[in-house]
């Protein structure tokens, strides 16, 4: 067999000399690290010098108007997390118990888990042969296949469960294929849900991702493009549907100046006044961060152009990444345990794609397509450090 291993010497040399000054400064680079460098210290001391540190205080509804700015969504309800954020955007989309929710198996455990939250089961669906993003031409043959449609819901011809939405995730920054899969969802009275938690700052065109569905989540996890500690935020351009995320996020409190009365089961999910305060300051910096992720795409662009054993991701021809996470595809064939020893032991922090979500013990007897693309590339697929001061 020909040995089409990445060959890691040449292969760390270029990573080093990508993100050089900072690696010889500090003998490493970090996979992704937040990058505090504007008002965060101030805004975060108005909170404690002023106690207004958790569910209420103005930062909370300053963030969610200057997150709205950015994204161009006509809300974006702020809450304490990306996966709670998933939660809510199932919840008012209409997913119920023994719905299934078609999504991707190459994801972050978080997108369904959330599903599973609402008694849901997800279905799992395939990625793009090069690509970790859904195989938008693959999931339409596989639906005109396998489902029909009965009282204008679309049916799982093999278990009869009514398929309610379909869950797209913007793997690493890079946007799906929106005009595809909008289709697909249309065609198939399916509600699109994004999970647009690495997506912040990525576009499809020139709409920002998170709009094409009915709503949407965002995650500023510590690893994130920009962090609050934990937060998330659901995005939608429908008033009644923010109303009700307002509503269910807050424990499903009626307004009221003493009374405590709640018309439903609801969810302590609103973003504590702290968090969204370095969420101000963040959201402040993200066009300096944004620029200073493309250059750093750019520059392991140009780094390991002449070398073979795997190349850099790219998003598709049409859309604009944000860079979140920087990752190299190997050959097919490679041994990527030892690329990923031999780039850990220079500390250029480097870890494998997540585990395939239908080899999980949870969710390894759920309904799914073919697998085969995202099996080959989970075999494939390294993160590479990406943070932005590098
Ligand atoms: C980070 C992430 C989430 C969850 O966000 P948390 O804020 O960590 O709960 C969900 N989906 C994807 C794809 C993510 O990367």
Not at 76 to 97: D, F
Not at 153 to 159: P, R, Y
Not at 330 to 359: C, F, Y
Request: with cysteine; glycine share 6%.
């Amino acid at each position: 067999m020909i040995d089409t291993s990445l060959d890691t010497t040449a292969w760390c040399k270029a990573l080093i000399a990508a993100v050089e000054p900072y690696y010889s400064e500090h003998g490493r680079a970090g996979l992704h690290e937040p990058w505090i460098n504007g008002n965060e210290w101030q805004y975060v001391k108005e909170c404690l010098d002023t106690a207004w540190v958790s569910t209420a205080g103005k930062y909370v509804d300053t963030f969610g108007e200057e997150l709205a700015k950015f994204t161009g969504a006509k809300h974006a309800v702020p809450v304490v997390n990306g996966t709670a954020a998933l939660h809510a955007a199932l919840l008012v989309s209409g997913v119920e118990e023994n719905h299934e929710v078609l999504s991707p198996t190459l994801t972050f455990v978080a997108t369904t888990n959330a599903i599973s939250y609402t008694g849901a089961i997800p279905h799992f669906v395939d990625s793009a042969e090069n690509h970790p993003n859904i195989d938008a031409k693959k999931l339409a043959n596989y639906l005109e296949n396998n489902t029909h449609q009965y009282q204008q819901q679309c049916i799982n011809s093999v278990t009869g469960r009514v398929i309610s939405a379909l869950m797209v995730v913007h793997i690493f920054g890079d946007a799906c294929d929106m005009a595809a899969l909008t289709t697909i969802c249309k065609q198939h009275n399916l509600k699109l849900i994004e999970d647009a938690a690495e997506g912040l700052g990525t576009y499809f065109g020139d709409r920002h991702v998170g709009n094409f569905g009915t709503v949407s989540a965002l995650s500023f996890n510590g690893n994130k493009i920009m962090t609050t500690g934990g937060g998330g935020a659901v995005l939608t351009n429908d008033d009644e549907i923010a109303t009700k995320l307002r509503h269910i996020t807050t424990t499903a409190k009626m307004a009221h100046p003493w009374e405590y009365f709640h018309d439903e089961v609801g969810y302590n999910y609103r973003m504590p006044n702290l968090n969204a305060a370095l969420g101000c300051a963040q959201l402040e910096q993200m066009p300096n961060v944004l620029t200073r992720k493309k250059a750093l795409h750019q520059r392991y662009l140009a780094e390991t152009a002449p070398l073979s054993g795997g190349q850099i991701l790219q998003a598709s021809a049409g859309t604009t990444s944000n860079h979140w996470l920087n990752t190299v595809l190997l050959d097919k064939g490679s041994d990527k345990n030892r690329a990923l020893e031999a780039l850990n032991a220079v500390n250029i922090q480097s870890r494998p794609v997540w585990q395939l979500m239908h080899t999980l013990p949870m969710f390894n007897h759920t309904p799914c397509m073919d697998l085969s693309c995202a099996e080959n590339l989970a075999e494939r697929l390294i993160n590479i450090p990406s943070s932005a001061f590098l």
